[in-house]
């Protein structure tokens, strides 16, 4: 039998009270080596404002026994008609060395108003076991490797839905861009330049354009939308010529007239002086820019679709 000393300072007055608590904190029929158990005490009817000094069981003395966790109070009940309160106070420890044990008393000073004493609890017995080896039967065994197991198509069917969800996933993506590039490819097909010249045109209508500071973008709308239809249509590098030389290479059209080419020289002419010698055109002018304008693009495309009918004649 192993007998555990713990010493703790007696003050006044020794009142036994009972029992000390012991409980088994794992669920089994005897305690093991390395089994924790709460050992303590428990106290009904305290009165409020009492005080204790416990016992210090943090140096053991002992390497067969081991503090696990200090002391922790709980109160169990209050009671507010009498103002007093149950307590249970207890610590963990745990026994490394098989035995039979015979704890120390519980220990506890207490101090109410003026009146300190001393409540003591009996200890408690334990015995500590190891697990009994047969050693007639026991065979040693060498440490085996780890137990590989045969991979199931229940286990694998996970990645192959996986597989093919991603497969999927794939070909619908690679199916949408085709779409979306075979759509910027339809919308790249050109319009007629007659068409596209007089949608632009259609922008520049209206007397909001006339204003002095607005005149310069009026007139580059203008001339730039009708400089882009004259290279589609006549084959001229009109956008990098200045108005000299783009009407000295339209002189010649026979598709344009004389009054349509005179009209639209003109038209360039001023519209030169509106961007670059900060001339302000006059409002009754102004009002035939547009439609000067788009009556060169029709008159030139009617007269290509005139001479296509005369060839599809032929």
């Known amino acids: 039998m192993k007998l555990l000393a713990i010493i703790l300072t007696v ?14 904190l794992q669920q089994r029929d005897s305690i093991l080596v390395a089994d924790q158990v709460e050992y303590g005490f428990e106290m009904k009817g305290v009165k409020a404002g009492t005080v204790f000094g416990l016992p210090d069981y943090s140096k053991t003395g002992s390497e067969d026994l081991v503090l ?24 963990t420890l745990a026994f490394f060395q098989e035995g039979e044990y015979q704890l120390n008393p519980v220990m506890v ?4 108003g003026e009146q300190v004493d001393t409540l003591v609890f009996t200890g408690a017995k334990l015995e500590v076991k190891t697990m009994p080896v047969d050693t007639t039967t026991y065979v040693p065994h060498d440490i085996k490797d780890q137990i590989r197991y045969p991979v199931t198509f229940k ?37 007629p330049a007659h068409i596209t010249a007089l949608r632009n045109l259609d922008k520049y209508r209206g007397e909001k354009f006339w ?9 580059s709308g203008v001339t ?5 239809y004259m290279e589609a249509r006549f084959g001229v590098d009109a956008p990098e010529m200045t108005t000299a030389e783009v009407f000295d ?25 509106v961007k670059f010698a900060k001339h302000s055109a006059p409002d009754d002018y102004n009002a035939k820019v547009v439609p ?15 001479e296509e009918q005369k060839g599809d004649v032929l």
Request: net charge neutral; no cysteine; aromatic share 10%.
């Open 109 to 112: 000073a207490r101090k109410v």
């Open 155 to 191: 286990e694998i069917l996970p990645w192959i839905a996986g597989g093919l969800l991603l497969a999927g996933l794939i070909a619908a993506l690679v199916w949408w861009l085709g779409k979306r590039s075979r759509e910027k490819e339809a919308a790249k097909v050109k319009e």
């Open 249 to 273: 290479a339209l002189k010649n059209e026979k598709d344009i007239t004389p009054e349509v080419y005179e009209n639209t020289k003109e038209l360039f002419e001023i519209a030169d002086f």
């Open 11 to 24: 003050l006044l007055d020794v009142i036994p009270k009972g029992p000390a608590l012991l409980n088994q």
């Open 292 to 306: 000067t304008a788009v009556r060169f693009v029709t008159d030139t495309y009617h007269a290509m679709l005139e």
């Open 68 to 91: 696990v966790k200090n002391w922790q109070l709980d109160t169990t009940n209050i009671y507010l008609r009498t103002m007093t309160y149950d307590l249970k106070g207890t610590v």
């Open 224 to 228: 730039d939308t009708l400089k882009s």
């Open 211 to 219: 204003a002095p500071e607005k005149q310069k973008a009026f007139y």
